[in-house]
């Protein structure tokens, strides 16, 4: 081999070298920004944690409310629509007796009424042919 060739195998190996040193000292510094960014983060995410927890915490207390409260008024309304109905059937009958009787009251007039002019009828027509 001659000596150029060795000269620019030896640059080679020197720029090689040197390039894998950069990237040596590159990943060590990236290494150590991760680390430190790990260090940062894992508060944040104990802190967020603990406060989703209380979140989940608080959700289940106002759940537990709002479905005791949905129980208590579906019992007033079943109750109200109840004593609705027994309002509604009581009105029923206070407002159907009277008018039953002044219909059967008018039936039997306006029967009487029939009846009398079915004589009064009869009468006249016996003294037409009398």
């Given amino acids: 081999m001659s000596e150029p060739a060795i000269w620019a195998l030896a640059v080679i190996v020197a720029l090689n070298s040197l390039l894998i040193g950069i990237i040596v000292v590159a990943l060590v510094k990236l290494n ?16 967020l944690t603990h406060t989703l927890d209380e979140a ?3 959700l289940q207390t106002l759940t537990e ?6 129980t208590r008024l579906e019992n007033a309304v079943d109750q109200v629509s109840t004593r609705v109905e027994n309002v509604s059937g009581r ?14 009251a008018v039936a039997g007039v306006a029967e009487g009424l029939r009846t009398y002019r079915g004589r009064e009828s009869a009468t006249e027509e016996e003294e037409d042919h009398g």
């Fill in 91 to 104: 009105a029923e009958e206070v407002v159907a007796e009277p008018l039953i009787a002044a219909a059967s």
């Fill in 56 to 58: 989940d915490s608080s």
């Fill in 65 to 70: 409310r709002l479905e005791r409260s949905l």
């Fill in 32 to 47: 150590q920004t991760l680390a430190d960014l790990n260090a940062k983060a894992d508060p944040v995410a104990e802190r």
